[in-house]
Each structure stands twice: as structure tokens, then as C-alpha cells.
């Protein structure tokens, strides 16, 4: 089985996949992937990210299953099923803060989180998952994360986050 831990920037990926890779699970980060198999395209300045060549990338995903990829875009990948972690808009924008990015960068991604931009997208291409990580534990986070990967991600059906409200608060 190959699985994507997707989402919008800070919503916990990897911390919650280094928590994965302790209980056992082989995880695969996409950035460190990219970076080594030269996937990396041309460097948006506006945006501050990487345009990443998907062709490339899924050429060099590492054999071995089951296997978790990593990354905002791995759900973009043929994947067998996404969990897509979510995170409240305003937490999610501490969180980025916290991280060092600059206004504008935090802005984008909490509308992109708000309007569930990951999440149609996902829904779109796999079956799919959804975790809100804003109130719990990464450590409570990783295990529900586990739960649906040996099949009881009952109630974690990707559809049931909605945060498309929070943005009327900001206009
Ligand atoms: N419940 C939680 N689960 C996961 N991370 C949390 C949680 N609460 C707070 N955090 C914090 O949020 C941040 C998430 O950052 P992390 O790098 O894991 O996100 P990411 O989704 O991998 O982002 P990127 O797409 O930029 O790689 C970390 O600083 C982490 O400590
Ligand atoms: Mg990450």
C-alpha cells in the first residue's frame, strides 16, 4: 500500500511522520526526495517554493510497501489512499509565525487551509482521509493516523472538516 500524509503547510506532516516512524512505519519524505533525485524545477521567488517535476518524482519513489509519502504534494501521486491532516485557520497561521514565514506566505496557506484546497483535491484523485490536528496531541495525532491505516478510520471520511466560514470573519 502506498499512503499520502498531505496538507497545507504546518499542518503537522512531518512532525506527525517522524512519530510514524517510530512506531514502525516506513516513511518517505517528498522534499528530501526531490531534492536527491532532481526533481526540482525553477524556484518561484514570489511564492518561495520549488516547482517540483511529478514525473520525476514518481519515477524515484522507493519501492519497498507499504509506504508513507510525505508532503504537500503527495497526494498528487497514484497513491492507494491520502490522509489529509487539517488544521484550524488561525492555528494554523500561529503555527507558520512560529515557523519564520512572512506575512504573505501565511496568509495564502491559511485561506488555502480554510478553503479546503488539499482536501477537494485529494478527493478528486483517491480515496481519502481526514485528521484535524488542531486541539489534540501530535502524539493523539499519529495514532488516529495509524488507526485508519490498519482500517478503522471510521468518522475520518475526507468531507467532514469545513472552515470555509472562518474567511467571512476576514473581509
Ligand atoms: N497537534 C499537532 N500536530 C502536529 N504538529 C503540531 C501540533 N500542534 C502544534 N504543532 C506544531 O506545528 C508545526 C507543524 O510543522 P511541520 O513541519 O510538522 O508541518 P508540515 O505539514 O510538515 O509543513 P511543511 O509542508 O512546511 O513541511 C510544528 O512546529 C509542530 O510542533
Ligand atoms: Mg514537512
Same mark, same amino acid.
Request: overall charge negative; charged content about 30%; glycine content about 8%.
Given at each position: 500500500?502506498?499512503?499520502?500524509?498531505?496538507? #497545507?503547510?504546518?499542518?503537522?506532516?512531518?512532525?506527525? +511522520?517522524? &512519530?510514524?516512524? /517510530?512506531?514502525?512505519?516506513?516513511?518517505?519524505?517528498?522534499?528530501?526526495?526531490?531534492?536527491?533525485?532532481?526533481?526540482?524545477?525553477?524556484?518561484?521567488?514570489?511564492?518561495?517554493?520549488? *516547482?517540483?517535476?511529478? *514525473?520525476?518524482?514518481?519515477?524515484?519513489?522507493?519501492?519497498?510497501? !507499504?509506504?508513507?509519502?510525505?508532503?504537500?504534494?503527495?497526494?498528487?501521486? !497514484?497513491?492507494?489512499?491520502?490522509?489529509?491532516?487539517?488544521?484550524?485557520?488561525? +492555528? &494554523?497561521?500561529?503555527?507558520?509565525?512560529?515557523?519564520?514565514?512572512? $506575512? +504573505?506566505?501565511?496568509?495564502?496557506?491559511?485561506?488555502? *487551509?480554510?478553503?479546503?484546497?488539499? #482536501?477537494? /483535491?485529494?478527493?478528486?484523485? #483517491?480515496?481519502?482521509? *481526514?485528521?484535524?490536528? #488542531?486541539?489534540?496531541?501530535?502524539?493523539?495525532? +499519529?495514532?488516529?493516523?495509524?488507526?485508519?491505516?490498519?482500517?478503522?478510520?471510521?468518522?475520518?471520511? $475526507?468531507?467532514?472538516?469545513?472552515?470555509?466560514?472562518?474567511?467571512?470573519?476576514?473581509?
Amino acid at each position: 500500500m502506498l499512503v499520502a500524509l498531505t496538507g #497545507t503547510p504546518g499542518t503537522g506532516k512531518s512532525t506527525i +511522520a517522524a &512519530l510514524l516512524e /517510530e512506531k514502525g512505519f516506513r516513511v518517505c519524505e517528498l522534499e528530501e526526495l526531490a531534492r536527491r533525485c532532481g526533481a526540482l524545477r525553477s524556484y518561484d521567488l514570489v511564492r518561495e517554493s520549488w *516547482e517540483v517535476d511529478l *514525473e520525476v518524482l514518481e519515477r524515484s519513489i522507493p519501492k519497498e510497501r !507499504p509506504l508513507i509519502l510525505v508532503g504537500h504534494v503527495s497526494h498528487l501521486l !497514484p497513491v492507494d489512499i491520502s490522509i489529509v491532516l487539517r488544521c484550524h485557520p488561525e +492555528a &494554523l497561521g500561529e503555527r507558520l509565525v512560529a515557523k519564520g514565514w512572512d $506575512a +504573505a506566505k501565511v496568509r495564502e496557506n491559511m485561506e488555502a *487551509e480554510a478553503l479546503g484546497v488539499v #482536501t477537494h /483535491e485529494t478527493m478528486e484523485k #483517491t480515496r481519502a482521509f *481526514e485528521v484535524d490536528t #488542531t486541539s489534540a496531541s501530535a502524539e493523539e495525532n +499519529a495514532r488516529v493516523v495509524s488507526d485508519i491505516l490498519s482500517g478503522r478510520g471510521g468518522g475520518h471520511e $475526507a468531507g467532514t472538516v469545513d472552515w470555509s466560514e472562518v474567511i467571512l470573519g476576514w473581509y
